[in-house]
Nanobody, 115 residues
Protein backbone atom coordinates (compact mmCIF):
# COMPACT_ATOMS: atom_id res chain seq x y z
CA UNK A 1 0.00 0.00 0.00
CA UNK A 2 1.37 3.40 -0.99
CA UNK A 3 1.52 6.01 1.73
CA UNK A 4 2.77 9.60 1.78
CA UNK A 5 3.26 11.09 5.23
CA UNK A 6 3.82 14.84 5.41
CA UNK A 7 5.16 16.84 8.34
CA UNK A 8 6.57 20.25 9.14
CA UNK A 9 3.72 22.66 8.55
CA UNK A 10 2.70 25.33 11.03
CA UNK A 11 2.45 29.03 11.78
CA UNK A 12 5.37 31.32 11.00
CA UNK A 13 5.87 35.07 10.80
CA UNK A 14 6.57 36.78 7.48
CA UNK A 15 10.23 36.41 6.61
CA UNK A 16 10.50 33.18 8.55
CA UNK A 17 11.33 29.65 7.45
CA UNK A 18 9.76 26.22 7.54
CA UNK A 19 10.85 22.82 6.29
CA UNK A 20 8.31 20.33 5.01
CA UNK A 21 9.04 16.62 4.80
CA UNK A 22 7.23 13.84 2.99
CA UNK A 23 8.11 10.22 3.65
CA UNK A 24 6.73 7.94 0.95
CA UNK A 25 6.47 4.16 0.98
CA UNK A 26 5.01 1.29 -0.97
CA UNK A 27 6.57 1.67 -4.41
CA UNK A 28 9.37 3.34 -6.37
CA UNK A 29 8.71 6.92 -7.32
CA UNK A 30 10.03 8.89 -10.27
CA UNK A 31 9.07 12.54 -9.88
CA UNK A 32 8.17 13.86 -6.42
CA UNK A 33 6.98 17.30 -5.51
CA UNK A 34 4.91 19.76 -3.56
CA UNK A 35 1.68 21.49 -4.50
CA UNK A 36 -0.42 23.96 -2.55
CA UNK A 37 -4.03 25.02 -2.47
CA UNK A 38 -6.03 27.82 -0.90
CA UNK A 39 -9.82 27.77 -0.57
CA UNK A 40 -11.56 28.69 -3.81
CA UNK A 41 -8.49 28.23 -5.97
CA UNK A 42 -6.99 25.40 -7.97
CA UNK A 43 -4.15 23.38 -6.57
CA UNK A 44 -0.87 24.71 -7.97
CA UNK A 45 2.58 23.26 -8.38
CA UNK A 46 5.17 24.70 -6.01
CA UNK A 47 8.22 22.57 -6.78
CA UNK A 48 9.01 19.20 -8.32
CA UNK A 49 12.16 17.11 -8.49
CA UNK A 50 13.09 14.17 -10.68
CA UNK A 51 14.59 10.97 -9.34
CA UNK A 52 17.91 12.20 -10.70
CA UNK A 53 17.64 15.41 -8.67
CA UNK A 54 16.61 17.98 -11.29
CA UNK A 55 14.30 20.57 -9.69
CA UNK A 56 11.58 22.72 -11.15
CA UNK A 57 9.98 25.66 -9.33
CA UNK A 58 6.98 27.90 -9.68
CA UNK A 59 8.06 31.45 -10.49
CA UNK A 60 6.50 32.70 -7.26
CA UNK A 61 8.90 30.66 -5.08
CA UNK A 62 12.13 30.74 -7.08
CA UNK A 63 15.02 31.91 -4.95
CA UNK A 64 13.11 31.32 -1.70
CA UNK A 65 12.20 27.61 -1.71
CA UNK A 66 14.48 24.64 -2.22
CA UNK A 67 13.30 21.11 -2.97
CA UNK A 68 15.46 18.07 -2.31
CA UNK A 69 15.06 14.32 -1.97
CA UNK A 70 16.78 11.28 -0.57
CA UNK A 71 15.95 8.33 -2.80
CA UNK A 72 17.16 5.74 -0.31
CA UNK A 73 14.56 7.04 2.14
CA UNK A 74 11.87 7.82 -0.45
CA UNK A 75 11.67 11.22 1.16
CA UNK A 76 11.25 14.67 -0.35
CA UNK A 77 11.83 17.95 1.45
CA UNK A 78 10.80 21.54 0.86
CA UNK A 79 12.87 24.21 2.57
CA UNK A 80 10.87 27.43 2.57
CA UNK A 81 12.66 30.68 3.38
CA UNK A 82 11.58 34.32 3.30
CA UNK A 83 7.98 33.24 3.66
CA UNK A 84 5.24 35.66 2.67
CA UNK A 85 1.57 35.82 3.69
CA UNK A 86 0.66 34.74 0.16
CA UNK A 87 2.46 31.45 0.77
CA UNK A 88 -0.31 30.53 3.21
CA UNK A 89 -1.98 27.35 1.95
CA UNK A 90 -2.39 23.65 2.47
CA UNK A 91 0.71 22.00 1.06
CA UNK A 92 0.40 18.55 -0.50
CA UNK A 93 3.11 16.04 -1.23
CA UNK A 94 2.91 14.44 -4.67
CA UNK A 95 4.69 11.36 -5.96
CA UNK A 96 4.55 9.61 -9.31
CA UNK A 97 5.13 5.98 -10.19
CA UNK A 98 5.99 6.37 -13.86
CA UNK A 99 5.83 2.66 -14.68
CA UNK A 100 2.32 2.35 -13.31
CA UNK A 101 1.33 5.80 -14.60
CA UNK A 102 -0.08 6.53 -11.16
CA UNK A 103 0.05 9.71 -9.09
CA UNK A 104 -0.23 9.72 -5.31
CA UNK A 105 -1.08 12.52 -2.88
CA UNK A 106 -0.45 13.12 0.79
CA UNK A 107 -3.13 14.31 3.17
CA UNK A 108 -1.84 17.89 3.23
CA UNK A 109 -0.21 20.07 5.85
CA UNK A 110 -1.23 23.63 6.69
CA UNK A 111 1.28 26.43 6.33
CA UNK A 112 0.21 29.81 7.69
CA UNK A 113 2.36 32.92 7.31
CA UNK A 114 1.06 35.68 9.53
CA UNK A 115 2.21 38.22 12.07
Amino acid sequence: QVQLAESGGGLVQPGGSLRLSCAASGTIFSDMGWYRQVPGKQREMVARITRGGTPNYADSVKGRFTISRVNAKNTVYLQMNSLKPEDTAVYYCNAVNALAATTYWGQGTQVTVSS
